[in-house]
């Protein structure tokens, strides 16, 4: 297993975190952002959902992710469409306000809509959308990563709530100070509703693939994958449980707190450093 209280870095990333220290650069400020980790049961074990983002991007460029990305100001207002633990009870979790907690909630389902077509939401409380492949389901997709239709509105147009009780606290991360782009995330569990699949529809990934979190882990060992620690470390963190039930269990019974990776210099060489 990869040590990661202390990882020697290289590269663009090296540069990047030596120049900061040496001239006291002050760090942008983090942006709130969430992740999904998807999980699906198999014969193997269970399973994550994996995206690889475009080398184009200006952000974890060619890196193995989750689906997720940035709170938008539209996540704020789903309150009159929401079901199950309260945004005060993940407020409690996730160690912020009710409302902030909300937005995180509502990035979340959104995000993993957006970069999945998995939708965690049905017509009721105890109900999830069966299916959501068909042509009008992806224009309403489009619309939302193009941000042409608000996420509250989507959801009262289709009469639907958003399952919150689907979602479980698993971890918090922030970007290291030394990146031009940072971002304060929150990562969830969920299952792949039954009936749902997933599809390979958003702009931001060149590669999908669901894997055992224990397999991708080797895959990163063997330096068949590139993942920026919160991922790597939220599929090791997920290797010991044997299906997808115990992993969701396991979810209400973590203390949450935020993990902010720092930089240790020594001559020429950059360490980041997590505790």
């Known amino acids: 297993m990869r040590d990661l209280t202390s990882q020697l870095m290289s590269g663009r990333m090296a540069e990047t975190a030596l120049a900061h220290v040496r001239e006291a650069r002050t760090p942008v400020e983090s942006r709130p952002a969430s992740t999904v980790i998807l999980l699906r049961d198999t014969a193997a074990g269970p399973e994550v959902y994996l995206l690889r ?3 184009s991007m200006a952000f974890a460029a060619g890196m193995t992710v989750f689906p ?6 539209t996540d704020a207002t789903i309150a009159d469409s929401w079901s199950g633990p309260s945004p005060a009870w993940f407020a409690d979790r996730l160690g912020c306000s009710a409302d902030t907690a909300a937005a995180y909630v509502a990035a979340a389902v959104r995000e993993t809509f957006e970069e999945s077509g998995v939708l965690l939401a ?11 492949t068909g042509a009008d389901w992806e ?3 489009i619309a939302l990563e193009t941000r042409e239709l608000g ?14 009780d689907l979602l479980g606290p698993w971890a918090h991360w922030i970007t290291p100070e030394f990146e031009p782009k940072r971002y304060d995330t929150c990562f969830f569990v969920a299952a792949l509703p039954a009936g749902q699949i ?5 702009s931001e990934s060149d590669q999908v693939a669901w894997m055992r979190p224990a397999d991708a882990v080797a895959a990163v060992e063997a330096g068949e994958l590139l ?6 470390v939220c599929c090791r963190e997920l290797t010991p449980y044997a299906d997808v039930a115990a992993g969701l269990a396991a979810a209400g ?3 949450i707190r935020a993990v902010l990776p720092t930089v240790r210099v020594d001559g020429d060489d950059a360490y980041l450093e997590t505790t």
Do not use: C, I, K, N
């Open 139 to 141: 224009a309403d997709r």
């Open 68 to 73: 997720g990305g940035r709170v938008d100001a």
């Open 253 to 255: 019974d973590r203390e």
């Open 53 to 55: 983002r475009q080398r």
């Open 198 to 202: 997933t599809r390979d529809v958003t």
């Open 227 to 232: 993942m920026l620690p919160p991922t790597y």
């Open 122 to 132: 049905g017509p009721s409380s105890s109900s999830v959308v069966g299916d959501t």
């Open 151 to 164: 996420f509250a509105e989507f959801l009262h147009r289709r009469g639907l709530v958003l399952r919150a």
